[in-house]
């Protein structure tokens, strides 16, 4: 289909966008002497904004649609990134990452919504699994090619052409994306199939963006706990965006570009992990009649596997510590039906706004868990603090998913 494709390549460059700095971080590092401690600093910059535009981003979103939102929002990232390209010093790296992380802020709730109007509740863990698998495959199956740009180009030029990509798939999605309503491709039968699955077809939702509402949403036992469980997977996710190729080429001394190919296996077992909880859930709930079953299990077991990663550091052939976060990783990935379990349960008139609110949870993790990562490495000259805090927050995600969230159907809100 075309609307899942337009989502997943979008979600590919969004993720490539905010973690190409990782593969450019030993050269950049050493060009303009930035420690471990300021470069934990200036990759949790990017969720500072990121994080705490999803409320205006989601409400934005509910105000103007998808096909603006998400085209502008593309296009501005894009041109962030190319920017950090032209930096010199930390100050304007810090400042690229927090532009970085404003303009991208809306994409998640995007793809939510395209989720709900596009897809029946049947088929929406599947939908996600693909369009998700775009986050891993950014930067895991393309990080050899990176790496050799870095070493054949510059550090520079990484942020060049990953920015002048994104700026014309900026284009590409406004030309080609369309609400199911006004698609002349979509037929009666198809969109018939899609209201009855549980699709939401209204194109744009008017709820005005208040602190009362916003409350309204963390009230309910679903949205907190899944916001909780959320952010305790998306630490697991941060790490690897961020230090994971360092952990390799510092803590585990292999040669760079051998690296950059071991750092590869991961992302590929996130990919298949992601495909893997999509389907699993789809077939619970068709074969049950639960969501509650089908949403929680694969998630809880993902955050289990999350948990795992602990156990690298007490290994030390590198082959088995691939193999570990190879594990933690794939679980990671199913821990992306999070977004599938907000859909379903997030008010019909608060989408947006209910998306933007669990992002805003899950993203502080993409705050704390660099500078966290970075402190540690700095002061201890280990990554064995940092994978082990991962891992403990692995076991309290799965608890809020077992012991918080609780039935996963739709929430009614009063007087909205």
Request: aromatic share 12%; charged share 10%.
């Amino acid at each position: 289909m075309i609307v899942l494709a337009l989502v997943t390549i979008a979600t590919m460059l969004n993720y490539l966008d905010r973690s190409v700095m990782s593969v450019a971080k030993p050269a950049m590092a050493d060009e303009l002497h930035i420690s471990a401690a300021t470069m934990g600093f200036i990759f949790s910059a990017f969720s500072w904004t990121y994080a705490f535009a999803q409320i205006p981003g989601g409400a934005l979103l509910d105000r103007l649609g998808v096909r603006l939102t998400y085209a502008g929002s593309l296009i501005l990232w894009s041109l962030a990134t190319f920017a950090h390209g032209l930096m010199s010093s930390v100050a304007g790296l810090f400042s690229m990452r927090l532009a970085l992380g404003l303009a991208e802020a809306p994409c998640y709730p995007s793809n939510s919504r395209i989720l709900n109007n596009w897809f029946p509740q049947t088929e929406r863990a599947r939908a996600t699994g693909v369009y998700s698998v775009g986050q891993y495959v950014g930067v895991g199956f393309m990080l050899p090619v990176l790496v050799w740009i870095v070493a054949s180009w510059g550090w520079r030029s990484l942020f060049f052409i990953v920015g002048g990509l994104g700026a014309l798939y900026g284009v590409v999605f406004w030309a080609l994306y369309r609400d199911p309503q006004h698609s002349r491709r979509l037929s009666e039968a198809e969109h018939r199939v899609i209201t009855e699955g549980g699709g939401l077809t209204e194109s744009v939702n008017r709820v005005p963006f208040t602190l009362a509402n916003i409350m309204k949403l963390l009230s309910k036992r679903q949205i907190l706990g899944a916001s909780i469980g959320q952010f305790c997977g998306n630490s697991t996710l941060v790490f690897f965006l961020t230090w994971f190729p360092s952990y390799l080429a510092e803590e585990r001394h292999m040669d760079w570009i051998k690296s950059g190919f071991a750092a590869s296996l991961p992302y590929i077992a996130a990919s298949i992990g992601v495909l893997f909880g999509g389907f699993v859930s789809d077939k619970i709930i068709r074969s049950t009649g639960s969501a509650t079953l089908g949403r929680k299990l694969p998630i809880v077991a993902g955050l289990l596997m999350c948990s795992t990663m602990i156990a690298a550091n007490y290994v030390t052939d590198n082959n088995v510590v691939i193999a570990i976060m190879s594990i933690a990783f794939f679980g990671q990935g199913m821990v992306n039906l999070g977004w599938t379990l907000i859909s379903d349960v997030a008010p019909r008139s608060m989408i947006g706004l209910t998306g933007g609110v669990f992002n805003l949870c899950a993203n502080l993790a993409g705050i704390i868990t660099p500078i966290v990562v970075g402190l540690v490495v700095q002061n201890t000259g280990s990554f064995y603090g940092a994978l082990a805090y991962i891992g403990v927050l692995g076991l309290v995600g799965a608890g809020a998913y077992i012991f918080i969230v609780g039935d996963v159907r739709r929430v009614e809100l009063e007087g909205v």
